[in-house]
């Protein structure tokens, strides 16, 4: 990625990795351990790097007069830092105001696993959860580079292209961060894991994999003639998935 904003440096972001399997997980706090087939969780920062990364979009939960309130939200990452945003006037900032905890989840769906029984059909994914307080980011320099964050998960190279927000804008960006620390990935990958006795059940049985694909581009009405309409010049970042252009 180029063209970060000043200070950048002070928190820098990871290119994305894939999820690693050779490394011994971290020890993880007990709110974020995974007790339902543990066998498929991690907890070492790579691992929830990775999917973080790769995921265009999250879901954050809070609390709201005692019950739970769970919204998707755009996100990017800071080092060991995820970005949140939204209006300023946003329900769930609220609630962050009122010092509720919140619970950030991304997921990515990489495939059906059709089995011989209907118990065990199930889906092959990758999923990170991460707990911890959100704070505030109130300084105008430290919300151009969380906006910078969000923009670049999307479309590496795209800040230095597009205009550059003003102070009235700002004040209307609801901006927050959450420290990656406690935090687990839980994921399946594979085919069926059928039963014995139903090994020899006349169907077919396996899994189908899916990715994310981007179609292609459709302009805006008012591009000027000096711009490709075809979007040929436009870069996703490819831990997204991939393009039909």
């Known amino acids: 990625m180029t063209g970060r904003p000043a200070r950048a440096e002070a928190t820098p972001a990871d290119q994305p990795s894939p999820l ?3 490394v011994a997980p971290d020890i993880a706090p007990d709110i974020a351990r995974v007790r339902r087939k543990p066998d498929r969780a991690r907890y070492d ?5 990775a999917v973080l ?7 954050v939960a809070t609390v709201r007069r005692g019950r739970p309130v769970v919204l998707p939200m755009v996100h990017g990452r800071l080092g060991d830092t995820l970005v949140l945003h939204g209006s300023a006037a946003a329900g769930l900032f609220r609630d962050m105001r009122r010092a509720s905890p919140v619970c950030v989840t991304a997921t990515l769906f990489d495939g059906l696993v059709l089995g011989r029984s209907a118990r065990t059909h199930s889906v092959n994914y990758r999923s990170v959860t991460v707990h911890g307080d959100a704070t505030e980011v109130t300084e105008p320099d430290d919300v151009i580079i969380g906006l910078w964050a969000l923009v670049e998960h999307i479309a590496p190279g795209r800040w230095e292209q597009v205009r550059q927000p003003v102070l009235d804008e700002l004040r209307d960006t609801g901006l927050w961060q959450v420290p990656i ?3 687990s990935v839980k994921a399946r990958s594979g085919s ?14 396996g899994h189908i994999p899916a990715d994310q694909v981007f179609g292609l581009p459709v302009p805006a009405e008012d591009l000027p003639p000096v711009i ?3 979007g040929r010049g436009v870069v996703l970042n490819p831990a997204l998935g991939h393009v039909a252009w």
């Not at 920062?45 to 790097?49: E, K, L, Y």
């Open 192 to 205: 069926t894991i059928d039963p014995q006795p139903d090994l020899s059940w006349p169907v077919w049985a």
């Open 53 to 59: 990364d790769s995921a265009p979009f999250c879901h």
């Open 181 to 183: 620390e406690k935090a």
């Open 20 to 22: 690693p399997r050779d």
């Open 228 to 230: 490709d309409p075809a």
């Open 45 to 49: 920062t790579a691992a929830v790097h």
